[in-house]
Protein backbone atom coordinates (compact mmCIF):
# COMPACT_ATOMS: atom_id res chain seq x y z
CA UNK A 1 0.00 0.00 0.00
CA UNK A 2 1.65 3.34 -1.01
CA UNK A 3 2.37 6.33 1.24
CA UNK A 4 1.48 9.66 0.68
CA UNK A 5 3.23 12.60 2.72
CA UNK A 6 1.68 15.91 2.98
CA UNK A 7 3.44 18.70 4.75
CA UNK A 8 1.65 21.57 5.87
CA UNK A 9 3.27 24.62 5.32
CA UNK A 10 1.56 27.51 3.81
CA UNK A 11 1.16 29.68 7.57
CA UNK A 12 2.42 32.63 8.21
CA UNK A 13 4.41 32.24 11.02
CA UNK A 14 4.15 35.81 12.31
CA UNK A 15 5.23 35.52 15.73
CA UNK A 16 9.07 35.01 14.19
CA UNK A 17 8.81 38.61 12.75
CA UNK A 18 10.95 38.15 10.01
CA UNK A 19 10.76 38.60 6.13
CA UNK A 20 11.60 35.30 6.05
CA UNK A 21 8.82 32.62 5.53
CA UNK A 22 8.49 30.31 8.75
CA UNK A 23 9.29 27.09 6.97
CA UNK A 24 12.47 28.49 5.78
CA UNK A 25 13.66 29.39 9.04
CA UNK A 26 17.09 28.39 9.80
CA UNK A 27 17.24 25.07 12.53
CA UNK A 28 20.86 23.80 11.94
CA UNK A 29 21.46 25.48 8.91
CA UNK A 30 18.83 24.21 7.13
CA UNK A 31 14.84 25.06 6.56
CA UNK A 32 12.52 24.01 9.20
CA UNK A 33 10.82 22.94 6.37
CA UNK A 34 13.78 20.72 4.96
CA UNK A 35 13.92 18.63 8.53
CA UNK A 36 10.62 17.61 7.97
CA UNK A 37 11.09 16.70 4.03
CA UNK A 38 14.02 14.44 5.14
CA UNK A 39 12.18 12.56 7.69
CA UNK A 40 9.27 11.93 5.37
CA UNK A 41 12.09 10.22 2.99
CA UNK A 42 13.72 8.31 5.57
CA UNK A 43 9.81 6.94 5.92
CA UNK A 44 10.10 6.31 2.41
CA UNK A 45 6.82 8.35 1.08
CA UNK A 46 6.05 7.54 -2.52
CA UNK A 47 5.13 11.19 -2.53
CA UNK A 48 5.39 14.23 -0.65
CA UNK A 49 3.56 17.09 -1.33
CA UNK A 50 3.54 20.49 0.64
CA UNK A 51 0.74 22.63 0.98
CA UNK A 52 2.18 25.97 0.62
CA UNK A 53 0.75 29.47 0.34
CA UNK A 54 2.25 32.35 2.54
CA UNK A 55 6.09 33.18 0.62
CA UNK A 56 5.32 31.02 -1.84
CA UNK A 57 8.06 32.17 -4.21
CA UNK A 58 10.70 31.56 -1.44
CA UNK A 59 9.78 28.53 -0.50
CA UNK A 60 9.20 26.76 -4.01
CA UNK A 61 12.57 28.27 -4.59
CA UNK A 62 14.28 26.93 -2.20
CA UNK A 63 13.17 23.43 -2.49
CA UNK A 64 13.36 23.44 -6.12
CA UNK A 65 14.49 20.00 -7.96
CA UNK A 66 13.44 17.72 -5.23
CA UNK A 67 10.87 15.74 -6.29
CA UNK A 68 8.23 17.18 -4.28
CA UNK A 69 4.57 17.92 -5.28
CA UNK A 70 2.94 21.00 -4.55
CA UNK A 71 -0.21 22.24 -3.42
CA UNK A 72 -1.31 25.84 -3.88
CA UNK A 73 -3.60 26.98 -0.02
CA UNK A 74 -3.87 30.60 -1.48
CA UNK A 75 -6.06 31.33 1.72
CA UNK A 76 -5.65 30.05 4.69
CA UNK A 77 -8.49 28.50 6.09
CA UNK A 78 -7.45 25.88 8.64
CA UNK A 79 -5.45 22.87 8.79
CA UNK A 80 -8.34 20.72 7.59
CA UNK A 81 -8.62 22.99 4.31
CA UNK A 82 -4.88 22.59 3.94
CA UNK A 83 -4.88 19.51 3.64
CA UNK A 84 -8.22 19.43 1.02
CA UNK A 85 -5.93 21.20 -1.41
CA UNK A 86 -3.90 18.22 -1.71
CA UNK A 87 -6.18 15.59 -1.96
CA UNK A 88 -7.03 15.32 -5.48
CA UNK A 89 -3.84 14.21 -6.69
CA UNK A 90 -3.49 11.53 -3.86
CA UNK A 91 -4.31 8.33 -4.65
CA UNK A 92 -7.58 7.09 -3.14
CA UNK A 93 -5.78 3.21 -2.62
CA UNK A 94 -2.41 5.12 -0.06
CA UNK A 95 -2.00 6.06 3.08
CA UNK A 96 -1.87 9.65 3.95
CA UNK A 97 0.45 10.49 6.81
CA UNK A 98 0.14 14.42 7.63
CA UNK A 99 3.22 16.68 9.01
CA UNK A 100 3.38 20.01 10.13
CA UNK A 101 6.31 22.21 8.65
CA UNK A 102 6.97 24.05 11.81
CA UNK A 103 7.09 20.50 13.73
CA UNK A 104 10.78 19.64 12.99
CA UNK A 105 12.36 16.91 15.60
CA UNK A 106 9.89 14.22 14.79
CA UNK A 107 12.03 10.81 14.36
CA UNK A 108 11.68 8.93 11.39
CA UNK A 109 11.56 5.77 14.26
CA UNK A 110 8.26 7.62 15.66
CA UNK A 111 6.82 8.20 12.07
CA UNK A 112 7.24 4.27 11.59
CA UNK A 113 5.98 3.13 14.87
CA UNK A 114 2.57 4.71 13.82
CA UNK A 115 2.67 3.19 10.44
CA UNK A 116 3.19 -0.15 11.68
CA UNK A 117 0.51 0.28 14.60
CA UNK A 118 -2.39 1.11 12.58
CA UNK A 119 -4.16 -1.45 9.89
CA UNK A 120 -4.75 -0.49 6.16
CA UNK A 121 -8.35 0.64 7.08
CA UNK A 122 -7.84 2.49 10.44
CA UNK A 123 -6.60 5.71 12.00
CA UNK A 124 -3.33 6.71 13.73
CA UNK A 125 -2.14 9.97 15.47
CA UNK A 126 0.42 11.03 17.59
CA UNK A 127 0.08 12.63 20.40
CA UNK A 128 2.04 13.33 24.08
CA UNK A 129 1.55 14.01 27.21
CA UNK A 130 2.31 17.34 28.52
CA UNK A 131 2.60 19.19 32.04
CA UNK A 132 1.44 22.60 30.21
CA UNK A 133 -0.48 21.41 27.56
CA UNK A 134 -1.60 24.98 27.08
CA UNK A 135 -2.66 25.84 23.53
CA UNK A 136 -2.58 22.69 21.89
CA UNK A 137 -5.19 20.45 20.96
CA UNK A 138 -6.50 18.15 24.12
CA UNK A 139 -7.09 14.19 23.02
CA UNK A 140 -10.43 13.12 24.51
CA UNK A 141 -10.30 9.60 25.26
CA UNK A 142 -13.33 7.33 26.67
CA UNK A 143 -12.43 3.71 28.09
CA UNK A 144 -9.08 4.26 27.03
CA UNK A 145 -9.70 4.62 23.63
CA UNK A 146 -9.56 7.77 21.33
CA UNK A 147 -12.67 9.64 20.77
CA UNK A 148 -12.29 13.01 19.43
CA UNK A 149 -10.04 16.08 19.68
CA UNK A 150 -10.92 19.41 20.92
CA UNK A 151 -8.98 23.05 20.32
CA UNK A 152 -8.02 24.85 23.36
CA UNK A 153 -10.32 27.83 22.35
CA UNK A 154 -13.09 25.46 22.09
CA UNK A 155 -12.30 23.16 25.29
CA UNK A 156 -14.33 23.67 28.76
CA UNK A 157 -12.36 23.30 32.01
CA UNK A 158 -13.05 19.38 32.28
CA UNK A 159 -11.15 19.06 28.90
CA UNK A 160 -8.10 21.64 29.59
CA UNK A 161 -7.83 19.37 32.37
CA UNK A 162 -6.56 16.93 29.77
CA UNK A 163 -2.63 16.59 29.45
CA UNK A 164 -2.63 14.46 26.54
CA UNK A 165 -2.07 16.95 23.60
CA UNK A 166 -2.29 16.49 19.79
CA UNK A 167 0.75 16.79 17.93
CA UNK A 168 -0.52 17.42 14.58
CA UNK A 169 0.93 14.46 12.76
CA UNK A 170 -1.89 11.87 11.83
CA UNK A 171 -2.24 8.85 9.74
CA UNK A 172 -5.43 8.16 7.45
CA UNK A 173 -6.61 6.03 4.45
CA UNK A 174 -6.91 8.23 1.48
CA UNK A 175 -10.16 7.37 0.67
CA UNK A 176 -11.65 7.71 3.95
CA UNK A 177 -9.88 11.29 4.74
CA UNK A 178 -11.26 12.48 1.55
CA UNK A 179 -15.11 11.96 2.70
CA UNK A 180 -14.46 13.11 6.01
CA UNK A 181 -12.96 16.45 4.51
CA UNK A 182 -15.70 17.07 2.23
CA UNK A 183 -18.00 17.21 5.21
CA UNK A 184 -15.68 19.40 7.52
CA UNK A 185 -17.48 22.48 8.72
CA UNK A 186 -15.91 25.57 10.42
CA UNK A 187 -18.20 26.50 13.20
CA UNK A 188 -15.87 26.85 15.62
CA UNK A 189 -13.83 29.38 17.89
CA UNK A 190 -11.74 30.37 15.29
CA UNK A 191 -14.28 29.82 11.92
CA UNK A 192 -11.59 27.48 11.00
CA UNK A 193 -11.51 24.23 9.05
CA UNK A 194 -9.94 22.04 11.54
CA UNK A 195 -7.66 18.91 10.62
CA UNK A 196 -8.13 17.55 13.91
CA UNK A 197 -12.44 17.16 13.57
CA UNK A 198 -11.28 14.23 11.47
CA UNK A 199 -10.50 12.40 14.44
CA UNK A 200 -14.30 12.19 15.79
CA UNK A 201 -15.57 11.57 12.20
CA UNK A 202 -13.67 8.18 11.95
CA UNK A 203 -14.79 7.19 15.19
CA UNK A 204 -18.06 7.91 14.66
CA UNK A 205 -17.75 5.64 11.18
CA UNK A 206 -16.37 2.82 13.15
CA UNK A 207 -12.41 3.20 12.76
CA UNK A 208 -10.66 2.53 14.51
CA UNK A 209 -8.19 5.13 15.63
CA UNK A 210 -4.48 4.51 17.33
CA UNK A 211 -3.38 7.26 19.95
CA UNK A 212 0.27 6.61 19.51
CA UNK A 213 2.29 7.95 22.38
CA UNK A 214 5.76 10.31 21.11
CA UNK A 215 8.68 9.26 23.50
CA UNK A 216 9.13 13.08 24.55
CA UNK A 217 8.00 16.81 23.96
CA UNK A 218 10.88 18.03 21.99
CA UNK A 219 10.02 15.27 19.12
CA UNK A 220 6.44 17.25 18.59
CA UNK A 221 7.63 20.72 19.70
CA UNK A 222 5.84 23.05 16.90
CA UNK A 223 7.67 26.06 16.48
CA UNK A 224 6.06 29.85 16.39
CA UNK A 225 8.74 32.32 17.64
CA UNK A 226 12.50 32.74 18.21
CA UNK A 227 12.68 31.55 21.55
CA UNK A 228 11.48 28.12 20.30
CA UNK A 229 13.63 28.46 17.31
CA UNK A 230 16.57 29.05 19.44
CA UNK A 231 15.36 25.39 21.90
CA UNK A 232 14.87 23.63 18.85
CA UNK A 233 18.29 24.43 18.02
CA UNK A 234 19.68 23.13 21.34
CA UNK A 235 17.47 20.03 21.58
CA UNK A 236 18.86 18.90 17.96
CA UNK A 237 22.28 19.87 18.52
CA UNK A 238 22.24 17.71 21.56
CA UNK A 239 20.50 14.94 19.92
CA UNK A 240 23.16 14.63 17.46
CA UNK A 241 26.18 15.24 19.59
CA UNK A 242 25.06 12.39 21.62
CA UNK A 243 25.18 10.17 19.05
CA UNK A 244 28.53 10.91 18.21
CA UNK A 245 29.42 10.79 22.25
CA UNK A 246 27.71 7.29 21.77
CA UNK A 247 30.08 6.40 19.13
CA UNK A 248 33.04 7.43 20.82
CA UNK A 249 33.68 11.01 19.96
CA UNK A 250 35.12 13.24 22.74
CA UNK A 251 34.02 16.84 23.66
CA UNK A 252 35.12 18.91 25.77
CA UNK A 253 31.77 20.57 26.51
CA UNK A 254 28.65 19.04 24.53
CA UNK A 255 26.93 22.24 24.41
CA UNK A 256 29.57 23.91 22.50
CA UNK A 257 29.52 22.86 19.69
CA UNK A 258 27.02 23.17 16.64
CA UNK A 259 26.82 20.38 13.94
CA UNK A 260 24.91 22.04 10.77
CA UNK A 261 24.89 19.44 8.54
CA UNK A 262 26.58 15.87 8.67
CA UNK A 263 29.58 15.12 10.62
CA UNK A 264 31.22 11.85 10.40
CA UNK A 265 33.70 11.04 12.57
CA UNK A 266 36.47 8.05 13.07
CA UNK A 267 37.19 6.61 16.68
CA UNK A 268 39.45 8.88 19.17
CA UNK A 269 38.30 11.97 17.71
CA UNK A 270 38.41 15.16 20.14
CA UNK A 271 36.66 18.07 19.76
CA UNK A 272 37.00 21.41 21.62
CA UNK A 273 34.87 24.06 22.43
CA UNK A 274 33.26 26.40 19.64
CA UNK A 275 33.87 24.04 16.82
CA UNK A 276 30.85 24.98 13.75
CA UNK A 277 30.78 22.14 11.53
CA UNK A 278 28.70 22.89 7.89
CA UNK A 279 27.82 20.87 5.57
CA UNK A 280 29.47 17.35 5.05
CA UNK A 281 32.58 16.72 7.31
CA UNK A 282 34.38 13.93 7.87
CA UNK A 283 37.02 13.58 10.70
CA UNK A 284 39.49 10.64 10.42
CA UNK A 285 40.47 8.73 13.36
CA UNK A 286 42.55 10.63 15.80
CA UNK A 287 41.53 14.30 14.49
CA UNK A 288 41.73 16.59 17.41
CA UNK A 289 39.75 20.02 16.31
CA UNK A 290 41.12 22.62 19.06
CA UNK A 291 39.14 25.52 20.14
CA UNK A 292 36.96 27.75 17.56
CA UNK A 293 37.00 26.81 14.70
CA UNK A 294 34.70 26.84 11.20
CA UNK A 295 34.43 23.71 9.68
CA UNK A 296 32.71 23.14 6.23
CA UNK A 297 32.45 20.50 3.39
CA UNK A 298 35.99 19.16 4.25
CA UNK A 299 37.55 16.10 4.68
CA UNK A 300 40.73 15.82 7.36
CA UNK A 301 42.99 12.70 7.52
CA UNK A 302 43.96 10.44 10.86
CA UNK A 303 45.61 12.40 13.14
CA UNK A 304 45.52 15.70 11.74
CA UNK A 305 45.32 18.73 14.47
CA UNK A 306 43.68 21.79 13.55
CA UNK A 307 44.57 24.39 16.09
CA UNK A 308 42.70 26.73 17.22
CA UNK A 309 40.64 29.60 14.92
CA UNK A 310 40.90 28.06 11.63
CA UNK A 311 38.45 28.54 8.85
CA UNK A 312 38.47 25.50 6.67
CA UNK A 313 35.90 24.98 3.84
CA UNK A 314 35.71 22.56 0.92
CA UNK A 315 39.30 21.10 2.02
CA UNK A 316 41.02 18.22 2.28
CA UNK A 317 43.89 16.82 4.20
CA UNK A 318 45.81 13.07 4.56
CA UNK A 319 47.32 12.04 7.79
CA UNK A 320 48.80 14.36 10.50
CA UNK A 321 48.76 17.24 9.18
CA UNK A 322 48.76 20.67 11.41
CA UNK A 323 46.63 23.41 10.40
CA UNK A 324 47.21 27.20 11.98
CA UNK A 325 46.26 28.72 14.54
CA UNK A 326 44.46 31.00 12.03
CA UNK A 327 45.00 28.80 8.80
CA UNK A 328 41.82 29.28 6.52
CA UNK A 329 41.51 26.76 3.91
CA UNK A 330 39.35 27.91 0.90
CA UNK A 331 37.86 25.64 -2.03
CA UNK A 332 39.88 22.82 -3.31
CA UNK A 333 42.93 22.77 -0.90
CA UNK A 334 44.10 19.52 -0.78
CA UNK A 335 46.91 18.79 1.46
CA UNK A 336 48.38 15.15 1.42
CA UNK A 337 50.47 13.57 4.72
CA UNK A 338 52.33 15.57 6.99
CA UNK A 339 51.71 18.93 5.76
CA UNK A 340 51.34 21.74 8.19
CA UNK A 341 49.46 25.44 7.14
CA UNK A 342 50.10 27.56 10.08
CA UNK A 343 49.27 30.95 11.24
CA UNK A 344 47.40 33.39 8.71
CA UNK A 345 48.18 31.19 5.90
CA UNK A 346 45.40 31.07 3.14
CA UNK A 347 45.29 28.22 0.53
CA UNK A 348 42.68 28.23 -2.32
CA UNK A 349 42.60 25.62 -5.04
CA UNK A 350 46.21 23.67 -4.82
CA UNK A 351 47.73 20.23 -3.89
CA UNK A 352 50.52 20.22 -1.59
CA UNK A 353 52.04 16.94 -0.95
CA UNK A 354 53.60 15.02 1.57
CA UNK A 355 55.72 16.84 4.32
CA UNK A 356 55.60 20.63 3.46
CA UNK A 357 55.38 23.17 5.33
CA UNK A 358 53.74 26.58 4.84
CA UNK A 359 54.03 28.30 8.27
CA UNK A 360 53.45 31.57 7.82
CA UNK A 361 51.80 34.30 7.04
CA UNK A 362 51.78 33.34 3.49
CA UNK A 363 48.89 33.06 0.12
CA UNK A 364 48.93 29.93 -1.95
CA UNK A 365 46.39 29.94 -4.58
CA UNK A 366 46.17 27.86 -7.50
CA UNK A 367 49.59 25.85 -7.38
CA UNK A 368 50.85 22.35 -7.42
CA UNK A 369 53.64 21.93 -4.64
CA UNK A 370 55.84 18.84 -4.49
CA UNK A 371 56.85 17.26 -1.77
CA UNK A 372 58.94 18.53 1.36
CA UNK A 373 59.24 21.91 0.16
CA UNK A 374 59.66 24.52 2.58
CA UNK A 375 57.29 28.17 2.20
CA UNK A 376 59.10 30.64 3.84
CA UNK A 377 57.35 33.27 6.02
CA UNK A 378 55.15 35.86 3.83
CA UNK A 379 55.52 34.03 0.72
CA UNK A 380 52.76 35.03 -2.03
CA UNK A 381 51.60 33.11 -5.50
CA UNK A 382 50.28 36.40 -7.31
CA UNK A 383 48.33 33.95 -9.36
CA UNK A 384 45.69 36.46 -10.52
CA UNK A 385 46.85 39.40 -14.06
CA UNK A 386 43.97 41.27 -13.21
CA UNK A 387 41.77 39.26 -15.95
CA UNK A 388 42.92 35.47 -15.48
CA UNK A 389 43.65 33.23 -13.12
CA UNK A 390 47.45 31.42 -13.67
CA UNK A 391 48.65 27.97 -12.21
CA UNK A 392 52.44 28.11 -10.17
CA UNK A 393 54.26 24.58 -10.00
CA UNK A 394 56.82 24.00 -7.40
CA UNK A 395 58.98 20.74 -7.05
CA UNK A 396 60.00 18.30 -4.17
CA UNK A 397 62.32 19.81 -1.72
CA UNK A 398 62.19 23.49 -2.85
CA UNK A 399 63.10 26.04 -0.32
CA UNK A 400 61.18 29.21 -1.04
CA UNK A 401 63.28 31.99 1.37
CA UNK A 402 60.62 34.83 3.20
CA UNK A 403 58.63 37.10 1.23
CA UNK A 404 58.99 35.80 -2.34
CA UNK A 405 56.67 36.79 -5.00
CA UNK A 406 55.86 33.70 -7.66
CA UNK A 407 54.32 35.70 -10.23
CA UNK A 408 52.02 32.78 -12.17
CA UNK A 409 52.02 31.28 -14.69
CA UNK A 410 55.59 30.75 -13.29
CA UNK A 411 57.60 26.93 -12.58
CA UNK A 412 60.44 25.65 -10.18
CA UNK A 413 62.14 22.89 -10.67
CA UNK A 414 63.19 20.64 -7.56
CA UNK A 415 65.79 21.36 -5.24
CA UNK A 416 65.94 24.99 -6.29
CA UNK A 417 65.89 27.58 -3.57
CA UNK A 418 64.55 31.18 -4.10
CA UNK A 419 66.37 34.03 -2.43
CA UNK A 420 64.30 35.87 0.02
CA UNK A 421 62.51 39.08 -1.11
CA UNK A 422 62.97 37.75 -4.57
CA UNK A 423 59.58 38.42 -7.60
CA UNK A 424 60.11 35.39 -9.28
CA UNK A 425 58.09 35.78 -12.73
CA UNK A 426 60.43 33.21 -14.99
CA UNK A 427 60.83 29.34 -14.89
CA UNK A 428 63.87 28.52 -12.34
CA UNK A 429 65.74 25.12 -13.58
CA UNK A 430 66.12 21.92 -10.89
CA UNK A 431 68.74 22.84 -7.86
CA UNK A 432 69.64 26.07 -8.88
CA UNK A 433 69.40 29.46 -7.13
CA UNK A 434 67.17 32.51 -8.14
CA UNK A 435 67.65 35.57 -6.42
CA UNK A 436 66.35 38.75 -7.65
CA UNK A 437 66.93 42.03 -5.68
CA UNK A 438 68.49 45.22 -6.37
CA UNK A 439 71.76 46.17 -4.57
CA UNK A 440 71.59 47.22 -1.51
CA UNK A 441 72.21 50.70 -0.30
CA UNK A 442 73.85 52.17 2.59
CA UNK A 443 73.84 55.57 3.51
CA UNK A 444 76.82 56.78 6.22
CA UNK A 445 75.11 57.68 9.45
CA UNK A 446 71.79 58.65 8.07
CA UNK A 447 69.99 61.37 9.62
CA UNK A 448 66.10 60.71 10.12
CA UNK A 449 63.70 63.58 10.01
CA UNK A 450 63.01 65.12 12.73
CA UNK A 451 59.13 66.77 13.25
CA UNK A 452 58.94 70.49 12.91
CA UNK A 453 59.29 73.02 16.00
CA UNK A 454 61.35 70.93 17.95
C1 LIG B 1 -2.71 22.53 15.45
C2 LIG B 1 -3.80 21.52 15.82
C3 LIG B 1 -3.71 21.23 17.31
C4 LIG B 1 -2.34 20.74 17.67
C5 LIG B 1 -1.28 21.72 17.21
C6 LIG B 1 0.08 21.09 17.36
C7 LIG B 1 -5.65 21.92 14.32
C8 LIG B 1 -6.99 22.52 14.16
N1 LIG B 1 -5.08 22.06 15.49
O1 LIG B 1 -3.03 23.75 16.11
O2 LIG B 1 -4.69 20.23 17.66
O3 LIG B 1 -2.27 20.53 19.06
O4 LIG B 1 -1.43 22.03 15.81
O5 LIG B 1 1.13 21.98 17.03
O6 LIG B 1 -5.16 21.29 13.40
N2 LIG B 1 -1.44 25.60 8.26
C9 LIG B 1 -1.66 25.69 6.90
N3 LIG B 1 -2.84 26.26 6.47
C10 LIG B 1 -3.78 26.70 7.31
C11 LIG B 1 -3.55 26.60 8.69
C12 LIG B 1 -2.36 26.05 9.15
O7 LIG B 1 -0.83 25.29 6.10
O8 LIG B 1 -4.80 27.17 6.82
C13 LIG B 1 -0.19 25.00 8.72
C14 LIG B 1 0.69 25.99 9.47
O9 LIG B 1 1.59 26.63 8.60
C15 LIG B 1 1.40 25.09 10.46
C16 LIG B 1 0.41 23.97 10.71
O10 LIG B 1 -0.48 23.98 9.63
O11 LIG B 1 2.57 24.52 9.88
C17 LIG B 1 -0.32 24.12 12.04
O12 LIG B 1 -1.10 25.29 12.04
P1 LIG B 1 -1.33 26.18 13.32
O13 LIG B 1 -2.22 27.29 12.96
O14 LIG B 1 -0.04 26.48 13.96
O15 LIG B 1 -2.18 25.15 14.24
P2 LIG B 1 -2.32 25.19 15.80
O16 LIG B 1 -3.30 26.22 16.20
O17 LIG B 1 -0.98 25.21 16.42
CA1 LIG C 1 1.25 25.79 15.73
Same mark, same amino acid.
Given at each position: MGLSIVIL????? %???? @????KVLQPLAGEPLLAHVVNCSRAVGADDVCIVYGHGADKVQAAFADQGLRWAL??????TGHAVMQA???????NRVLILFGDVPLTQPATLQRLLDGAGSEEMAILTVDMPDPTGYGRIVRENGKVVRNVEQKDANSAEKA? %???? @?GVMLCPARKLKDWLDRLGNDNAQGEYYLTDVIGMAVADGTTVHGIKADNQEEVMGINDKRQLAEAERALQKRRVEALMQQGVGF????RVDIRGTLTCGSDVFIDVNAIFEGDVELGNGVCVEANNVIRDSRLGAGTIVHPNCHLEGATTGENCELGPFARLRPGAELANNVKAGNFVEIKKSKIADGSKVNHLTYIGDTDMGKNVNVGA????????GANKHRTTIGDGVFVGSGVNLVAPVSIGSGATLGAGSTITKAVSENDLALERTKQTTIKDWKRPVKKGQ
Open positions: AAGQG %TRMR @SSLPQAEQLGMPETPDGI %TEIN @SADPAGTITCNYD
